[in-house]
């Protein structure tokens, strides 16, 4: 499976959540180099692999989810605020989201899958918690919602308008809108206090993009173009779509099967 090459996880191009949307080269972010056999929870994940602060790309965008804090249980007072299954949604702080449940997965690329890279070995990793995805990129609108302003200037490339996702985002910044968000949730009152927002882990990406399947996508061993933004000819000889040359709004390609 191709993607997710950091503990900073973001979407690349718009719009779709598969196993193939990240690639390292494109972020030149540094990559955790996974255990044996890795067993990773959600929760106290660090994010110290980025001592500085990169900006994420004009046509990436950033993931979030809910994860439970280093308590690790969740409150008598909010029985019904985990999932029942997978793909089951919620909204909290105006968040749409899906719930990923606690399993085992293998992470990596088998060694004939089609431009399979060096760095990525398979390894069994098993999250023993489940967690919730934000269904969709962060808004363009939600950035404003919370942080009073778009993070930098927009382009050809990265539309204007609320339903584009935001870009041009650093990690420092990134951080503060999770905890600012996190805030609302707890005012609100939809989101439990020993819960909060962050981005998600490596493993808890490629986890949510694969949604249970084995093959190099979450759509299977070919990718076009009518299921993802990317540019460049399909994956694996798969039928041509549009090129949009431009992100799109969330939202605009099928999603995968827990509902992301």
């Excluded at 719009?15 to 255990?35: F, G, H, N, V």
């Excluded at 660090?46 to 602060?53: D, I, K, P, V, Y």
């Excluded at 969709?136 to 919370?146: A, P």
């Excluded at 249970?212 to 996508?217: E, F, I, R, S, V």
């Amino acid at each position: 499976m191709k993607g997710c090459r950091a503990s900073v996880s973001v979407a690349l191009m718009t719009s779709i959540w598969t196993s193939r949307l990240i690639r390292r080269r494109e972020r030149k972010l540094p990559r955790k180099k996974p255990a044996r056999r890795g067993t990773e929870g959600t929760v106290a994940m660090s994010q110290s692999l980025l001592t500085s602060a990169p900006t994420i790309g004009l046509s990436v965008t950033l993931a979030l989810l809910a994860s439970a804090s280093a308590a690790g249980t969740q409150p008598a007072s909010e029985p019904n605020f985990l999932g029942s299954k997978a793909g089951d949604e919620r909204e909290v702080a105006g968040v749409k989201l899906c719930w990923c449940p606690a399993g085992r997965f293998i992470m990596g690329s088998p060694r004939g899958e089609p431009e399979r890279r060096p760095d990525e070995a398979q390894v069994e990793v098993t999250l023993t918690k489940g967690f919730w995805m934000a269904k969709y990129e962060v808004t363009q609108g939600q950035w404003k919602r919370v942080m009073g302003k778009l993070p930098g200037p927009l382009t050809a490339e990265l539309p204007e308008g609320d339903d584009f996702p935001v870009g041009n985002v650093n990690f420092p910044e990134t951080e503060a809108f999770c905890h600012k968000l996190t805030v609302l949730g707890h005012q609100s009152g939809g989101l439990p206090k020993d819960w909060e927002f962050r981005l998600p882990t490596e493993a808890q990406w490629e986890y949510a993009c694969r949604a249970g399947t084995k093959t190099a996508t979450a759509f299977g061993d070919k990718l076009s173009s009518k299921q993802a933004n990317f540019k460049g000819k399909p994956y694996n000889g798969a039928e041509p779509g549009p090129s949009l040359g431009r992100a799109a709004k969330v939202g605009s390609y099928p999603p995968n099967a827990w509902g992301l």
